[in-house]
């Protein structure tokens, strides 16, 4: 059993229902994630366009779930999982360093948003870590 991989799967799925919620309660759910005021304008005036991206990331978060329990070896093996562990931790870190990057660049609302979800990112993305070289320590061939 691999916990990290386990808690990272939790977390996942845990992002997905957020946005989830997001998609049901509409607008003042993403102004309060901090989903920009474009978003929260959309969802206002009944358009698609928060629906469609946020149902998006609600599919990758679940594949990303999927992924890390298939490693941890709660579900059966999912193809390309090496391959599919590295992206996903490679996805995390990068969007969790890129955007604290990215925080002196954007408004004072705005760098709210980026920070928390920066630093949620990089736990994530530090869980896939410790998860995937579980899964490599315990997978090598000698």
């Known amino acids: 059993m691999n916990g990290f991989l386990i808690a990272a799967a939790i977390g996942n799925g845990l992002a997905a229902l957020l946005h989830v919620g997001c998609i049901i309660f509409g607008a003042s759910w993403y102004r ?21 991206i946020t149902s998006f990331i609600v599919i990758v ?40 990057f990215l925080i002196s660049s ?14 949620i990112c990089l736990f994530y993305g530090m869980l896939h870590l410790m998860g995937l070289r579980q899964y490599n320590a315990r997978n090598a061939v000698h």
Do not use: H
Not at 32 to 52: C, V
Not at 85 to 100: A, C, D, E, N, P
Not at 106 to 119: A, I, K, N, P, Y
């Open 32 to 52: 309060f994630f901090g989903a920009g005021e474009q978003m929260s304008a959309w969802a206002e005036q009944g358009s698609m366009r928060p629906t469609i």
């Open 61 to 100: 978060l679940c594949i990303f779930s999927m992924y890390a329990l298939s490693a941890a070896n709660v579900i059966r093996k999912l193809p390309l999982l090496k391959i599919g562990l590295v992206g996903i931790t490679s996805l995390f870190l990068i969007r969790g360093v890129g955007g604290l």
């Open 106 to 119: 954007v408004t004072e609302q705005g760098s709210s948003f980026w920070l928390w979800s920066s630093v």
